[in-house]
């Protein structure tokens, strides 16, 4: 798998467990009771380790719990990772490659092992306030597995709204998304989360 495809497949297991905990740590539960649908744009920025100009891309997330998600890159080069709950399905159109896993087998102890839904962050990670900067409130969570692939995931909030992620990847890699125009509990098509491979492209995994 190459570098961007891992970063998509970060981001994307990253995704639900981090949103499930919007606020702080102690509105967790409230926020899993009460948050069925999210929808918003996002800016990313993958920075390497060397620090040179970073990546810079655009794109739309939805997730509907449990266990279904939309990645979307739009611009510059559009991408895509689809969750149906069963799958998560990676599409590169410049490639003309899928790559394919089961979800609950995807990345180990990753955060793509809580794509189901399930209560159990803490499980998985050792979580801890961050203190105050750019305006947000941030926690940072810290897998307890050494294969997950990443060193940590820091989280920002403004009230009880995800704003902000950062992921540091075990190569060294940053990456930065800004979240906004924000929707809770959206009508989401079913179709957003279902994912049929396009004619002529490689599917690989399956």
Known sequence: MNITHRILSLVAGALLPVLAQAGAIDQLHDFLKNTKTLKADFAQAVIAKNGRKPQQSSGVVAIARPGKLRWEIQKPFPQLVVGDGEKIWIHDPELQQVTVRKAGQAIGGSPAALL?????LEKNFTLKEAGEAEGLNWIEATPKVSDSGFERVRLGFSGSDLKAMELLDSFGQTTLIHF???????ALPAATFRFVPPAGVDVVGE
């Open 116 to 120: 189901s839904g399930s209560n159990e």
């Open 180 to 186: 906004s125009r924000l929707e809770r509990n959206p």
